[in-house]
């Protein structure tokens, strides 16, 4: 049964930077395009990142040239750097894998929180 744990959240000041991990278990992670989602206080889950299984990636508008997703096939684990973090990036954020269809995924990791002071 496939796992996420995510890890590595905290509270920041706006301008601030973080790096979050998701460390993926019993699914085919380095045949799967990964992706980060995020949700915040009375919003739905969204998605926020993608990387290919070769190394391609794509942003949201709301977050391109600040964050940079990348991977470890060797680790079964994904990254997410986020700088210049800003107040409405405040949420918990969560990976899974990623289709053009939405998660690839039913189960989700508990998630780690992001919050953005100002």
């Known amino acids: 049964q496939v796992q996420f744990v995510e890890s590595g959240g905290g509270l920041v000041q706006t301008g601030g930077s973080l790096r979050i991990s998701c460390v993926a278990s019993?699914?085919?992670?380095?045949?799967?395009?990964m992706g980060w989602y995020r949700q915040a206080p009375g919003k739905q889950r969204e998605w926020v990142a993608t990387?290919?299984?070769?190394?391609?990636?794509k942003y949201a508008d709301s977050v391109k040239g600040r964050f940079a997703i990348s991977r470890d096939n060797a680790k079964n684990t994904v990254y997410l750097a986020m700088n210049s973090l800003k107040v409405e990036d405040t949420a918990v954020y969560y990976c899974?894998?990623?289709?053009?269809?939405?998660?690839?995924?039913?189960?989700w990791g508990q998630g780690t929180q992001v919050t953005v002071s100002s």
């Open positions: 019993g699914s085919t992670f380095s045949s799967d395009a």
């Open positions: 990387i290919t299984t070769n190394g391609n990636y």
């Open positions: 899974n894998g990623y289709t053009w269809l939405g998660p690839r995924y039913a189960t």
